[in-house]
């Protein structure tokens, strides 16, 4: 019998850098129970996952296809540990890149991963689908942010809402892909449920894959990837995206202009979760 497969394909911006980043300075702890696989594992499924999303046909679907054989040709069938993939890029494009809105492609991806799976190991898999979600406003603004960080986004808060806010619910997302998966679990938890929770959001997957509590109480503690920007200091992310027209000096201030605001935090401050 093939072992279980969860695959945490999103969404961005909702906890899943801290997922990752928790996954791998825990992987050793975790190496009884998991074998864990992030962004960083798979690059090239996770790139044509996002080229399908950019341009959804045919052959980018069956490239998609393939890059997701390749990984599971790496992975022993024979092995009954639980096998965790994480990376929101499977589910294509953050929102709002190169004009996405939404999630689109997601219940094809999820639909062609599990018929890759199942023709590949051959007895019918366990496999878990799970995704986690954020409230629509937050979830915007943080999204919006990394725009600020990482592109030349020059809209404001508003105008970026006002585009993304027809496809902002993130729970009408999950319920496309389970439409898609029939017969397999899809599961899903808001941010706002699991930031709190003893493992952070990577609780819901421990969870899923019935890791010991032994084994818990030896991860490090959650900790926050990226952390929030005050409005002072997107607004001058903004600017710096209008005004400055060579892109490695835009980089170069956009890091300065970053570190020197995180350098002057308040030990008491609490940073939230982008």
């Given at each position: 019998?093939?072992?279980?497969?969860?695959?945490?394909?999103?969404?961005?911006?909702?906890?899943?850098?801290?997922?990752?980043?928790?996954?791998?300075?825990?992987?050793?702890?975790?190496?009884?129970?998991?074998?864990?696989?992030?962004?960083?594992?798979?690059?090239?499924?996770?790139?044509?996952?996002?080229?399908?999303?950019?341009?959804?046909?045919?052959?980018?679907?069956?490239?998609?296809?393939?890059?997701?054989?390749?990984?599971l040709e790496t992975l022993d069938v024979d092995d009954p540990r639980c096998i965790l993939m994480s990376s929101e890029d499977l589910s294509g494009h953050i929102p709002g890149r190169r004009g996405r809105v939404g999630y689109p492609a997601a219940p094809r991806l999820m639909a062609r991963l599990?018929?890759?799976?199942?023709?590949?190991?051959?007895?019918?898999?366990?496999?878990?689908?799970?995704?986690?979600?954020?409230?629509?406003?937050?979830?915007?603004?943080?999204?919006?942010?990394?725009?600020?960080?990482?592109?030349?986004?020059?809209?404001?808060?508003?105008?970026?809402?006002?585009?993304?806010?027809?496809?902002?619910?993130?729970?009408?997302?999950?319920?496309?892909?389970?439409?898609?998966?029939?017969?397999?679990?899809?599961?899903?938890?808001?941010?706002?449920?699991?930031?709190?929770?003893?493992?952070?959001?990577?609780?819901?997957?421990?969870?899923?894959?019935?890791?010991?509590?032994?084994?818990?109480?030896?991860?490090?503690?959650?900790?926050?990837?990226?952390?929030?920007?005050?409005?002072?200091?997107?607004?001058?992310?903004?600017?710096?995206?209008?005004?400055?027209?060579?892109?490695?000096?835009?980089?170069?201030?956009?890091?300065?202009?970053?570190?020197?605001?995180?350098?002057?935090?308040?030990?008491?401050?609490?940073?939230?979760?982008?």
């Open positions: 019998m093939p072992p279980r497969l969860i695959v945490h394909a999103g969404f961005h911006k909702t906890g899943t850098s801290s997922v990752q980043q928790m996954l791998r300075d825990g992987q050793a702890a975790l190496r009884p129970a998991l074998r864990i696989l992030t962004k960083r594992d798979m690059p090239a499924m996770c790139e044509a996952a996002r080229a399908y999303a950019q341009a959804p046909g045919d052959v980018e679907l069956a490239f998609f296809g393939y890059e997701t054989a390749r990984i599990l018929d890759t799976v199942r023709a590949l190991w051959g007895a019918a898999p366990e496999v878990v689908f799970y995704f986690s979600t954020r409230g629509a406003h937050d979830w915007m603004r943080s999204c919006h942010t990394q725009h600020l960080r990482a592109t030349r986004m020059r809209d404001d808060l508003a105008s970026y809402c006002a585009w993304q806010a027809p496809h902002a619910n993130l729970d009408a997302a999950v319920a496309a892909v389970a439409g898609a998966v029939p017969g397999t679990r899809v599961a899903h938890r808001a941010l706002e449920q699991t930031r709190d929770m003893p493992q952070g959001p990577l609780t819901p997957l421990l969870d899923l894959a019935d890791v010991p509590q032994p084994l818990r109480a030896a991860l490090p503690p959650p900790a926050v990837a990226n952390a929030s920007l005050p409005e002072p200091l997107r607004a001058q992310l903004r600017l710096l995206n209008r005004e400055i027209e060579d892109d490695t000096e835009l980089r170069r201030r956009k890091r300065a202009l970053i570190a020197a605001a995180h350098h002057g935090r308040s030990s008491r401050d609490t940073p939230g979760t982008q």
